[in-house]
Each structure stands twice: as C-alpha cells, then as structure tokens.
C-alpha cells in the first residue's frame, strides 16, 4: 500500500472534500482486501469498507498525527471487522 502524503491528509482534515477523495480513491482497494481476507465474504467486505470510510469522514480530525495514517486506517477495518461478526 502506497503512503498518500501528510499534505493530503492535513487538507482532510480542514475539510477539503477533493482530498478525502484522493485518500478514498488510494485506499479503498486495500480496505476492501483486508477486510475480505478477515470476513471471508464480499458482502460483509464491502459494508466494513463503507463503514471504514464513513467513520474515516467522520473523525479524521482527530488524527493528530498524519503519519500514521494508514496504521489509523487499519484499525478501523479491523474494528469495523469485529462488529460485523
């Protein structure tokens, strides 16, 4: 998984909605493949990719370290993952 930049994230979180889209349009394949290998089931993949991205728009702002972006995002598909089953 490519990084996206600091820069990008920063921009999302002030609201930028073209930068939540470059991070959505990065990422969405890697939210998806990991949460089909934890689930096993595309269906349950895709809502726990929906939800990751929602709860993603919802609290980026709280990210205070940009850097960790993709750890950040991780968790939240796990955690997502772990209320679907």
């Known amino acids: ?3 996206i ?3 990008i994230i920063q921009r999302a979180q002030q609201g930028d909605e073209d930068a ?3 991070i959505y349009d990065q990422y969405y ?3 998806y493949t990991y949460a089909l290998r934890l689930s ?3 269906a349950d993949a895709k809502d726990i990719a929906q939800d990751t991205f ?3 728009y919802r609290s980026i702002q709280t990210l205070q370290k940009p850097d960790y972006f993709p750890l950040w995002l991780n968790r939240i598909v796990y955690s997502k993952f772990h209320r679907v089953i």
């Open 40 to 42: 096993k089931n595309d």
């Open 5 to 7: 930049s600091t820069e």
């Open 1 to 3: 998984m490519e990084q």
């Open 29 to 31: 394949k890697h939210v």
């Open 54 to 56: 929602l709860q993603v």
């Open 20 to 22: 939540f889209q470059k």
